[in-house]
């Protein structure tokens, strides 16, 4: 942590992740685009796991801040941390390959967006695991794909340096 320049790109993909994840584009009631794992991606490719990791919750909490819509609920915060640090662990200090992006993607489908973050939806409107589950199954099948291909596109384009 007391590297500068890691610092301060830290702080621009904090910023550019709390900015993207205002960004959304609807594709039906289910599916959306999202953009904040792009910056948790660069971040972790780039920066490592720790990074990823602080990357990731600090976006989460910053843009609860910058523009609360309900209660915050802290289950978010973890997916978003352990997106990051999943980024960070996969990436980092590895060439950048169609394969491991979607591998790396396919985990964070599954383990965040299936497991955990419908975990949290069940939690939050005390509703069955398994009725949340149902409807965002289509969804990670249909935007995993999308999500790595574009992650890949995006990685291919960032310098090879590491901090």
């Not at 959304?24 to 953009?35: D, G, T, Y």
């Not at 997916?79 to 990051?84: E, I, P």
């Not at 990436?91 to 992006?101: A, G, T």
């Not at 969804?139 to 901090?163: G, N, Q, S, W």
């Amino acid at each position: 942590m007391k590297n500068t320049k890691a610092l301060t790109l830290s702080a621009m993909l904090l910023a550019i992740a709390t900015v993207l994840g205002f960004i959304k584009i609807p594709v039906n009631q289910i599916i959306e685009l999202r953009f904040m794992y792009l910056a948790y991606g660069i971040g972790g490719y780039i920066l490592g796991p720790v990074y990823g990791t602080l990357i990731g919750a600090f976006s989460d909490i910053l843009a609860y801040v910058v523009k609360p819509t309900g209660g915050f609920f802290p289950g978010f915060t973890i997916s978003a941390a352990l997106q990051g640090f999943i980024y960070g662990m996969t990436l980092y200090k590895h060439e950048v390959s169609l394969k491991r992006v979607m591998i790396v993607q396919v985990a964070i489908s599954i383990i965040i967006s299936l497991v955990l973050n419908t975990l949290w939806l069940s939690m939050l409107y005390k509703m069955p695991f398994a009725a949340a589950l149902t409807p965002r199954i289509v969804k990670t099948i249909v935007m995993c794909p999308i999500e790595a291909l574009i992650l890949y596109l995006v990685l291919k384009k960032v310098p090879d340096t590491k901090f």
